[in-house]
């Protein structure tokens, strides 16, 4: 009798240590794939389900939460070698009861990425077209989002398809002429003319260039393991050719000032988003879209850099679901009126 229930224990203990042990063995020798199951593990835990849609042969990988209903949905691009999952941190803070879509960029995550295809700020626009027709999304006027790259895209989309986007939130976005220029931007001037993208901060090939990379965008400074910045360095290598070719991309002109251009086309409520302490965007393109942008509500976040989604995202979330609630109260004051 004793002999069984020492096997029993013995039995229960190993159960107990396969989980452990392959967390550990997964954290030593495979980081990567440990950051993978940490982002399905959120989106299950968030409702977020991943889909996949088609425009031809094109393919488009999306999550999502919710359905269509009264409020408008939201539609939220993500920056520069980023891809959808970024969004949980700000999704966890959301209302459930809104109906958001996520989705990779071109060349992103599960979206398709082809040497043929058209990576500049205007072929990416018509990209996310193509699959906010492929959704039917624009059966209804939708809010979007974007951040860094993805603000740039988001504001020429708006610009292009002003019926489609009933209001516009950007965050820390690109593809303005900035007052005082950082490090960064002045770096970009050099990169056009040299295509040297070897030493780009964006794109980083060793934990050490991780780090730095994460200093840059963040104002926050914490201790990230040599493992962490392991894995997440060797889930970005195998698209660092492809990053490289799209940083080129997106500096080029008439990509790095595609939002300028377009700022006197914004018709829609437009809010705008920054972290004071932004070390690759600086924070006077807030001021530029202020003064160009008819009623621009401007929301400067204090104690934060460029990864404002990431180092604030309950501040981001609030400062979302206030505006949003603030458009409805406008509709629904103007129909009280006209009634």
Known sequence: ??????????????????????????????????????????????????????????????????????KPSILMLHGFSAHKDMWLYVVKFLPKNLHLI??????????????????????QVKRIH???????LNKRPFHLVGTSM??????VYAAQYPSEVSSLSLICPAGLQYPKENEFVKGLKNLE???????????????????????????????????ILQGLVDVRIPHNEFYRELFLEIVKDKSRHALQHCMSKLSMPVQVIW????????????DVLAGSVPGCHVELLENCGHSVVMERPRKLAKVLVEFLSSLNNTNSDKKKKTD
């Not at 982002?39 to 999550?63: D, E, I, P, T």
């Not at 993805?150 to 504001?155: E, L, P, S, V, Y």
Request: hydrophobic share 40%; charged share 20%; proline share 5%.
């Open 1 to 70: 009798m004793d002999l069984d229930i020492v096997t029993m224990l013995a039995l229960a203990g190993g159960t107990l240590a396969i989980p452990i042990l392959a967390f550990m063995a997964s954290f030593l020798l495979w980081p990567s794939a440990l950051i993978n199951v940490y982002h399905w593990y959120w989106r299950q835990a968030l409702g977020m389900q991943v889909k996949y849609v088609y425009a031809g042969n094109y393919q488009f990988c999306y999550s999502y939460r919710g359905k269509p209903g009264n």
């Open 102 to 123: 996520c989705v990779d960029l071109p060349g992103h995550g599960g979206t398709t990425r082809t040497c043929a295809d058209d990576y500049s700020i205007e072929g």
């Open 130 to 136: 193509q699959f906010v027709d492929s959704i039917k």
């Open 150 to 155: 993805g603000g740039n895209i988001a504001g």
């Open 193 to 227: 003319e040299t295509r040297d993208v070897t030493k780009v901060p964006l794109i980083p090939s060793t934990p050490e260039e991780m780090e730095e990379m994460l200093k840059l965008c963040s104002y926050v400074r914490f201790k990230v393991p040599q493992q």
């Open 275 to 286: 972290g004071k302490q932004d070390q690759v965007l600086d924070v006077s393109g807030a």
